[in-house]
């Protein structure tokens, strides 16, 4: 893969910063951006133990949370406002109480307004956790804090 234009990389990080900021559910499950290039996030975070559920393993919510959060970073990365119109994910093995869970988001398809995503989820190890697959829909202009400074 060859590295991105210097300015389609700079509106990627501002747009993931501008999403990032105000977004309380990623910042309060302790979610950190890792990358982040056009159409591409990787995002990760720590399992804690308010995370579990009966069983002891990661909620499957926490880990779709995860991967919708890297999605959402990934579509948004060109600086146009973009939403999930569709999201389905395979839990392919169990996360548990303090794994390092790694959600990685890459563009798959684009057409016309809507685009595919994949994201792999994977723990410390590199096991596979999940695999995610996201439908984008683009709703509108970049948002003014993305927008090129004088």
Avoid at 48 to 74: E, K, P, V
Wanted: glycine residues 8%; neutral net charge.
């Amino acid at each position: 893969m060859t590295a991105p234009a210097p300015d389609r990389q700079l509106l990627a990080e501002r747009a993931a910063q501008a999403l990032y900021a105000p977004d309380r559910a990623s910042q309060s499950l302790g979610m950190r951006i890792l990358a982040i290039a056009p159409l591409d996030c990787t995002v990760t975070m720590t399992v804690r133990a308010d995370m579990t559920n009966g069983h002891a393993i990661c909620h499957g919510g926490i880990i779709f949370t995860l991967a919708d959060s890297a999605f959402a970073f990934a579509c948004n990365s060109e600086g146009e406002a973009t939403v999930a119109a569709s999201a389905s994910i395979d839990f392919l093995a169990a996360a548990r109480e303090g794994d390092e869970l790694t959600a990685r988001a890459r563009e798959l398809w684009r057409g016309g307004r809507s685009g595919i995503y994949e994201v792999t989820v994977r723990n410390q190890a590199g096991a596979t956790i999940a695999l995610f697959r996201g439908r984008s829909h683009r709703i509108g202009s970049r948002p003014s804090n993305t927008q090129d400074s004088p």
